[in-house]
């Protein structure tokens, strides 16, 4: 179990009618799914009195109805839920197949970050799909994920100059974390390919095929496996 003696959790007060909580300071799937666990838990506990609820790497929003119940009802719920909670979560999560169509044409980036890493833009595509990575957070836009972590030769830095539009779509690296953005939107990540995949979809159920916790891999594929998928080349500015 764990309890609320730790001092890397703690309860702090993010608004009128919303509080936040602090799993600790480091980043980890434990950690994650420690989340995802308050999250699932809450949800019932609150079942009723809750707007939203915004999990990130380490920590969850959670935003209430005022007219439901107020801070002090929902600060005890989350203290008990806290103390519900066990050491022994889940850090598996669902393992999700993104598909992914590298190239020149899908990733503009994609020559300048091989050559800054020093390796070949064959090596860097095969270095971004062997690895398995985390989502740590949904944010930014509805549907994007916050992968981490890339291989660290092939982490590289925003760009100076962010782009004013990005294509849905589009796989990126910022530092040593990766995405898919979900729509058409200005962004500084380094793009590498294009997936297929829409990560946002309002008519959908569930809306989103990833979720915090989750495992997710890059798969390869060729130009016309992604336009058999509904993949769209996009405009980028």
């Not at 959790?9 to 980890?28: H, P, S």
């Not at 434990?30 to 995802?36: G, L, P």
């Not at 005890?76 to 020149?104: C, F, M």
Request: with cysteine.
């Amino acid at each position: 179990m764990i309890s609320m003696a730790d001092n890397s959790i703690r309860i702090e007060v993010a608004g009128e009618n919303a509080l936040i909580i602090y799993f600790g300071e480091k980043t980890d799937p434990s950690v994650s799914a420690r989340v995802q666990q308050a999250v699932t838990i809450l949800e019932t506990e609150l079942n009723g009195k809750l707007i939203d609820m915004v999990p990130s790497y380490a920590s969850l929003l959670v935003i209430y109805d005022q007219l439901a119940t107020d801070h002090l009802e929902v600060r005890s719920t989350i203290r008990k839920v806290l103390n519900q909670l066990s050491d022994a979560v889940n850090t598996e999560g669902n393992l999700v197949i993104l598909p992914a169509y590298y190239s020149r044409e899908s990733g503009p980036d994609l020559d300048a970050l091989a050559q800054r890493a020093g390796l070949s833009a064959d090596e860097v595509i095969k270095l971004h799909s062997e690895m398995e990575y985390r989502v740590y957070a949904i944010g930014f836009a509805p549907g994007f994920a916050y992968l981490g972590e890339v291989d660290e030769r092939i982490a590289a830095p925003r760009l100076s100059t962010p782009r004013m539009k990005v294509p849905r779509g589009a796989i990126a690296i910022a530092d040593r974390q990766t995405a898919v953005y979900p729509a058409v939107s200005p962004g500084g990540w380094n793009l590498i390919g294009l997936c297929p995949t829409r990560m946002f979809d309002p008519e959908a159920e569930p809306t989103m095929p990833v979720q915090v916790g989750d495992r997710i891999k890059f798969n390869p594929i060729s130009r016309d496996e992604f336009f058999a998928l509904g993949g769209e080349l996009g405009e980028i500015k």
